[in-house]
Nanobody, 113 residues
Framework: QVKLVESGGGLVQPGGSLKLSCAAS????????MDWYRQAPGKQRELVAQ???????NYADSVKGRFTISRDNAVNTVYLQMNSLKPEDAAVYFC???????WGQGTQVTVSS
């Protein structure tokens, strides 16, 4: 059974930083491509960042240069370091395993002064 548990969200002022974590189980993590998605109210869920099992990374244009995705295969965890946060980054953030239909509960990020 696939389980994805996101954490690290919260309230931050514009320009601030947060680091999200996603602990995965029930998969062969080291062989999996991991994604971070986000969904703001009234909007579709969008892909924010991806890291392959070869550590290749890809980012949405809106977060390039501000967000960094990373992984630690020793603890089956993927991270999303978010810097220079903007109000438009506010959303529920989800991690996802490429090719699977499972989702975690997400973690809320609020960017507001």
């Amino acid at each position: 059974q696939v389980k994805l548990v996101e954490s690290g969200g919260g309230l931050v002022q514009p320009g601030g930083s947060l680091k999200l974590s996603c602990a995965a189980s029930g998969i062969i993590f080291r062989s999996s491509t991991m994604d971070w998605y986000r969904q703001a109210p009234g909007k579709q869920r969008e892909l924010v960042a991806q890291i392959t099992n070869y550590y290749t990374t890809n980012y949405a244009d809106s977060v390039k240069g501000r967000f960094t995705i990373s992984r630690d295969n020793a603890v089956n965890t993927v991270y999303l370091q978010m810097n220079s946060l903007k109000p438009e980054d506010a959303a529920v953030y989800f991690c996802h395993v490429l090719g699977l239909s499972d989702w975690g509960q997400g973690t809320q990020v609020t960017v507001s002064s």
